[in-house]
């Protein structure tokens, strides 16, 4: 009589073992291949649904043992059969039943311990997974409604409302084509979208009423701008004619088309006024609103041009009077500067360069001579070296100094 192995097997000239074989590793691997399945499942759904988590490269070991066991039942089982047919003996064959049995285990227990690891977010992924064809079903149901609110609006016909009509067909257009099966993240992104242009449709149609009284009341404003800077404007020939008299010509060489430029920009704000009012008329407030958007913008440009020859008459004038004034506050900033070079111990790297400017100021000042001094190109000169002033500081701040010289 064949003895008793420990373990589920027996062994005998029949290969009567190869029965109890059978049963104990299709068990071991049933149960393996139904925990692999449910972990594999909540993998793919993060992986869709998630990817950034990356749970695939962490799932990757687990699912390469459970193949391999797989691969070594297969075989095993194909020998069982070989050698039940052939009455053939195996050698072996009920140790290595048993090692099988405990490979299987050993990837199931694998398994679990993945699963129990990051449990919380695989059954999450796969719940969301599963709600997505019903979001795209919400969603869908959501734009169809907001699509046929505003196709009966009176204000279907505004910029603004066929514009959010045109972005919420064209997002459900892209939400039709995704497929919740295979393509998760895309479905849940589309459905955003979807949701997005459908709060933005509700928005314009909610502010629609509005625009009118809006129009209506940007209209009357850009009509009081507008003259106010054709008054403002009047002063502008006047103003250069003065330049051209009082002061040398180089000083307002660079103001020659400010006139004629702000005249123009004056009649183009003018004619987009003129829309406005038609576009108001014809009930199209927000084409309204838009043009008077535009005549602002031409207004904002003609004053700056109107303000560049006023205010350099001013300040020429300024300088005329007391040409000392503008010098003496560069010449202050400049002992600052050298006050800091000192106290930050720096004069060996700063010293002479703030030096230099004390030059520069002198040959500027010495440049005011004739019946005409070019008191433009003195300004400018003398806010270039302010400006090269607060550089040199800001470096200076910026810098731990060592030399106290």
Not at 34 to 62: C, D, K, L, M, N
Not at 343 to 368: C, F, K, M, N, Y
Request: glycine share 6%.
């Amino acid at each position: 009589m064949t003895p008793r192995r420990r373990g589920w097997f027996r062994s005998g000239p029949d290969n009567a073992w190869i029965s109890g074989a059978r049963a104990a590793t299709a068990a071991a691997f049933l149960d393996m291949d139904r925990r692999q399945t449910a972990a594999e499942a909540g993998v793919a759904a993060s992986e869709q649904v998630f990817p950034e988590r990356h749970i695939g490269a962490v799932w990757e070991p687990v699912r390469a043992r459970c193949y391999a066991a797989s691969g070594a039942y297969l075989s095993f089982t194909d020998e069982l059969d070989s050698a039940e047919a052939a009455g053939t003996a195996i050698t072996d064959g009920p140790a290595r039943a048993d090692a099988l049995v405990r490979e299987l285990a050993d990837a199931a227990r694998g398994v679990d311990e993945f699963y129990h690891a990051h449990r919380a977010g695989l059954e999450h992924a796969v719940s969301v997974r599963a709600s997505v064809p019903q979001l795209l079903a919400q969603v869908r149901a959501e734009a169809e409604r907001e699509l046929a609110a505003a196709e009966s609006s009176e204000y279907v016909s505004y910029p603004s409302v066929a514009a959010g009509v045109r972005k919420l067909s064209e997002a459900l257009v892209t939400a039709s084509g995704v497929d919740p099966g295979t393509a998760v993240a895309a479905a849940r992104e589309a459905a955003t979208e979807v949701r997005q242009a459908c709060v933005e449709l509700r928005e314009v149609l909610a502010e629609a009423p509005s625009r009118a009284n809006a129009a209506s009341n940007a209209i009357a404003s850009v009509t009081t701008r507008l003259a106010a800077v054709r008054n403002r404007a009047d002063a502008l020939g006047p103003a250069y004619s003065a330049l051209l008299r009082e002061f040398n010509a180089a000083s307002s060489a660079d103001l020659t088309n400010n006139e004629r430029e702000s005249r123009r920009g004056i009649e183009a704000a003018d004619a987009a006024l003129v829309r406005a009012r038609v576009a108001a008329a014809d009930r199209d407030p927000e084409t309204a609103l838009d043009l008077t958007a535009t005549a602002r913008e031409h207004l904002a440009e003609s004053e700056q041009l109107v303000d560049a020859v006023t205010r350099r008459l001013e300040l020429l004038r300024e300088v005329r009077a007391d040409p000392e004034a503008q010098l003496r506050t560069v010449r202050f900033r400049l002992r600052d500067a050298q006050m800091l070079a000192v106290d930050r111990g720096l004069v060996g790297e700063w010293g002479s360069v703030l030096d230099a400017q004390a030059e520069r100021l002198d040959r500027i000042t010495a440049g005011l001579t004739g019946r005409h001094p070019d008191y433009w190109a003195y300004v400018s000169e003398l806010r270039t070296v302010a400006e090269f002033i607060a550089g040199v500081v800001d470096r200076m701040r910026k810098t731990v100094g060592t030399d106290s010289t």
